[in-house]
């Protein structure tokens, strides 16, 4: 090697400090990956629910804001689309949030319901198996055409599967996925189901991603989405999916703007995605809120490692004094400093990915959230570790102006 | 101001301009701490030569200025009043950057060893060499070399921490002068080293102002052992250089002082003092020295040769090497009392009147044993009321 290796040794002898430093910033770095794993999640779940519809274009309300709020538009809309040569289908569907009435747990012992409720943390921890009476807890509800499922495999499949039982009124198929308390794992001992005001039963179920809006998802057919959900008619409905022939959506989107009436918005597939992330990321607070939790985590990175790396020199300063009697320059020494940071932030950087792959899977497993480390988020992370040290790494260069060489005789 | 017009104010016959290749001029040097009424000024009108292949001891009392002269010589500060030239390089107006690039041609040695704990031994001295890169076994060749020299051959891959003391101060002397530099400038450089390291250290000094490279040494210290390796003492007292003598001649005036009869105790430190206050002048077998009668203003003291003492025309006694004779007169208040001839070519040591006072005023004992030293030439001889 052509110079010796300072920083790296600084770094392997520092000991208390330089753990201090690593696991400072390795907890940062965990921080801000968590993150940017939840803007991520927020990403996904957002376009997950578009994902596992089966269309080319969508039909919303004018005043559609998100999967979740879609608003309202004619049937009669879906009817006039079909006028247009290249759709080949048109399928409605109804979607809304209702009540549900959530099991008690345990189910034969249920706790009284006028005692006193499980913290947060007890719930937290204790997941499915928490103490609770019975309670009632919204959900999001989707009616469709059972001869028209508008989904894709596979749901669709599990549709299919249960399409007969489907037929008889009042029956439903739970997401898999749910929240706990919403009872799909005691489905087979519970019986007392309700959706709204009325009793049903849970005949089979579907694998959804839950999101950051709704804990569960149920699906039943129009009919009874229609009288359950008080729509009074299957006249109105909240999203019309449209699949048009094979490479004419865009000149079909464009011939339905100018052929439907300007209560409804019409977008191809790319565009309602994008619309959704946008809406999630960009117009609530979310992608502000991961945004600052990600500079302030920075923050607290760069200032543990500032203040390990200044005691660092301020304890080495006859050392680094003598290296500048020698005729090492400021800049040559920043160098050094700089490394030595950059160090510190890149073996934090590794712990942290290491620590966060195990809370990705906690957090997964805990609220039924998408947790995924994308490459995108490892490369921001790692240019955001790799500027921390750089910056904190040239500001402790200014303690350098303490170790005075002439001080030494 | 150029090198061709400088020339440093000598006052002393054991002084001596330095060779023809000097590389440390300092002329009119002065240095001050602080700003309006706090400045205070530590260093005072200083000259001073030293030439290339030059060992040369400055010496003085703590807060004399010697550690602000060297750290200006060092190119560690930035020159204030005066001139200054380090290595042909004018640190007069010289700037950070210029500072910087002369630093790497001279060595430093500190009290401290100031090394990296977590760096060993060798790759302490190899931040030394990467200041002047080559190859990467070129390097660490010259580093182990160095450090087999100075007695860490089997030591070079032990973390300080596993060094004692004496072994780091010589890993930092290693990284000193692993680069051949042409300046070494060292404060108390065998201070934390055993009899044996600090003669290795003294040695390789030597033989880097001897050698090839004639490499200049300036060392702060007060190790006596160094003298017998210096070239020259300089002394400086209150911020100002009092004495700048060539130490061979500088130990001849000790060795004479210590065999005059009358400074038998004196230590070696104030001999030495006294010995910056002497000159040197040579006679001719023949040549008379002081006459009886006349009134004196020196003391002589015999470093070499023979000399006849005659009272009243008549033959006294011989004067032989450490013997003395001469009076001040007008302080002690009576006339020379013997006539001194020289029998052959003699070296005599000589206090006149102005350093004998500066010489009292540093030991007030100084007189009683001057006195004494009279005692058997002039019986009765006094200070006169006000010197």
């Known amino acids: ?409 | 101001m150029t090198s061709a017009m400088l020339t440093t104010t000598l006052n002393r016959a054991v002084n001596k301009p330095a060779g023809a290749d000097v590389v440390i001029r300092a002329v009119g040097v002065n240095y001050a701490y602080g700003a309006g009424e706090t400045r205070t000024q530590v260093l005072f009108d200083n000259h001073l030569e030293i030439s290339r292949g030059e060992v040369v001891i400055m010496t003085g009392p703590s807060g004399s200025g010697k550690s602000t002269l060297l750290t200006l010589i060092g190119a560690l500060r930035s020159m204030q009043e005066g001139y200054l030239e380090v290595l042909h390089k004018n640190l007069s107006k010289a700037g950070e950057g210029a500072r910087v690039d002369i630093r790497k041609e001279i060595g430093f040695i500190f009290q401290q060893h100031n090394l990296f704990s977590s760096l060993s031994a060798l790759e302490n001295v190899r931040m030394a060499t990467a200041l002047k890169p080559a190859s990467v076994d070129e390097m660490t060749g010259r580093c182990v070399d160095m450090l087999t020299r100075l007695g860490l051959g089997e030591r070079i891959h032990h973390l300080p921490s596993e060094l004692s003391g004496g072994q780091k101060q010589r890993v930092a002397i290693a990284r000193a002068l692993v680069n051949a530099p042409s300046l070494i400038l060292a404060d108390e450089p065998t201070a934390s080293l055993d009899a044996n390291s600090s003669q290795v250290v003294l040695d390789l000094l030597r033989e880097l102002a001897d050698g090839p490279s004639r490499t200049t040494v300036l060392l702060v210290t007060h190790d006596q052992r160094v003298i017998d390796k210096a070239d020259r003492i300089v002394n400086m007292v209150g911020g100002k250089i009092v004495t700048n003598s060539l130490t061979k001649v500088a130990v001849r005036i000790v060795r004479a002082l210590a065999a005059t009869e009358g400074l038998v105790g004196l230590g070696e430190a104030t001999l030495s003092r006294l010995a910056n206050y002497m000159t040197v002048e040579d006679f001719s077998a023949g040549d008379e020295i002081v006459r009886q009668g006349d009134e004196g203003d020196r003391f002589y003291i015999v470093g070499s040769g023979v000399a006849d003492a005659y009272k009243d025309g008549q033959f006294d006694e011989e004067k032989c090497f450490g013997e003395s004779f001469g009076m001040i007169s007008s302080y002690f208040k009576i006339p020379i009392p013997e006539t001194v001839k020289a029998r052959t070519d003699m070296e005599v040591y000589v206090l006149d009147k102005d350093d004998f006072l500066r010489a009292l005023a540093d030991d007030q004992s100084f007189e009683g044993r001057i006195r004494s030293l009279l005692a058997g030439a002039a019986p009765g001889a006094q200070p006169a009321a006000t010197p």
């Open chain 1, 1 to 409: 090697m052509r110079n010796p290796p300072l920083a790296w040794r600084n770094v392997a002898h520092g000991g208390r400090r330089s753990v201090a430093a690593i696991s400072g910033a390795a907890f940062s770095l965990v921080m801000v990956l968590l993150q940017l794993g939840f803007l991520q999640a927020v990403r996904i779940t957002a376009t997950n629910n578009f994902d596992v519809l089966d269309f080319d274009v969508l039909l919303t309300s004018a005043r559609f804001e998100q999967f979740y709020a879609p608003g309202f538009l004619p049937l009669e809309r879906l009817r006039q689309a079909q006028g247009v040569a290249t759709v080949e289908s048109a399928t409605p569907l109804y979607a809304t949030f209702a009540l549900w009435r959530c099991p008690p747990s345990p189910l034969d012992a249920p706790p009284d319901d006028s005692g006193p409720r499980p913290g947060a943390l007890s719930r937290w921890l204790s997941g499915s198996r928490t103490a609770r009476p019975l309670q009632r807890r919204q959900l999001y509800v989707m009616g469709f055409d059972l001869d028209h499922p508008p989904f894709r495999p596979p749901i669709r499949d599990s549709i299919e599967a249960n399409r007969a039982r489907l037929r008889v009124p009042n029956r439903v198929l739970l997401n898999a996925e749910s929240h706990p308390d919403f009872g799909w794992q005691v489905r087979d001992r519970y019986r007392d189901w309700e959706l709204e005001d009325t009793a049903v039963e849970v005949v089979g179920g579907f694998d959804m991603l839950r999101g950051f809006a709704a804990d569960s998802t149920v699906l039943c057919s129009d009919d009874d989405f229609v009288r359950i959900c008080g729509y009074g008619s299957r006249e109105t409905i909240n999203l019309g999916l449209l699949k048009v022939e094979p490479g004419t959506a865009d000149a079909t989107v464009s011939a339905l703007r100018e052929t439907l009436p300007g209560d409804v918005r019409v977008s191809s597939r790319a565009e309602v995605l994008e619309h959704e992330v946008d809406h999630w990321v960009n117009q609530t607070s979310t992608g502000k809120l991961f945004a600052v939790g990600v500079l302030v985590a920075m923050n607290v990175a760069a200032v543990v490692v500032y203040q390990v790396l200044s005691n660092d020199v301020r304890e080495h300063l006859p050392e680094y004094a003598t290296l500048r009697a020698m005729g090492y320059s400021t800049l040559r020494l920043a160098g050094i400093l700089i490394f030595q940071a950059t160090l510190y932030m890149l073996i934090s950087f590794a712990v942290a990915v290491a620590i966060s792959e195990v809370v990705y899977r906690a957090t997964e497993a805990l609220a039924g959230i998408p947790m995924v480390m994308t490459r995108e988020n490892l490369a921001l992370t790692f240019a955001l570790a790799m500027a921390v040290g750089a910056i904190t790494g040239g500001l402790t260069v200014n303690r350098l102006r303490s170790a005075d060489p002439a001080d030494l005789f």
